[in-house]
């Protein structure tokens, strides 16, 4: 005899969650309660959906900016905004990580800010980007301006890149076309070959 799909308790358990609110991973306080995202805010939000050719770093930059021009309840904060219009800003992949998060896991910015960067900048991601400013050299074509926009742009999508300022012009320098070197060593009378 087949089983009736209400008595059934593996259906059931699939459908606990009809009688009640979905758990939810941000830790929600009065303070964010009292905070209101109007509609044109959800507009213009920047949304993450968790795509390779996303930038993390980029997205929390964005969304930080533009949470700190908002109008926000006098008991409330910055952080506060952020956590309560996150929700509004994650689309596909990104929603469904932040959906699938355990109940009550961020109750601040930067709990967030962690698992975000976890899952979606992870370290193998960090180490590929800083093989890439390793090996970043500039092309007989590209003048000095548009290689240091090309290497700058590496960085920028990898700020966590552990490297001092000191290895960071010297890969640069050792990067540069004989040319751009000349022209680096004259502007600065020959300190840039000295300290390399």
């Known amino acids: 005899m087949a089983v009736e799909p209400d008595n059934d308790p593996e259906i059931g358990s699939l459908n606990a969650h009809l009688n009640s609110e979905p758990s939810q991973a941000i830790v929600i306080t009065p303070a964010q309660q009292s905070i209101d995202i109007k509609t044109n805010v959800s507009v213009v939000i920047p949304h993450f959906y968790g795509r390779k050719i996303e930038f993390p770093y980029e997205f929390l930059h964005e969304f930080c900016k533009l949470c700190s021009v908002q109008k926000r309840a006098p008991n409330s904060t910055e952080e506060d905004y952020r956590l309560r219009a996150l929700p509004f800003a994650l689309k596909g992949e990104a929603n469904t990580w932040l959906l699938r998060l355990p109940a009550n896991s961020i109750s601040t910015w930067a709990d967030f800010r962690l698992l975000f960067l976890d899952y979606f900048f992870p370290s193998n991601k960090t180490n590929t980007i800083k093989k890439k ?31 001092c300022e000191e290895k960071v012009y010297n890969i640069f320098y050792e990067g540069a076309n004989p040319e751009s070197k000349d022209l680096l060593n004259s502007s600065n009378g020959g300190i840039s070959q000295r300290n390399v």
């Open 133 to 163: 400013i390793l090996a970043c050299r500039q092309d007989y074509d590209e003048s000095l301006s548009q290689y240091w926009s090309h290497f700058k742009g590496l960085l920028d999508s990898c700020p966590k890149n552990w490297m």
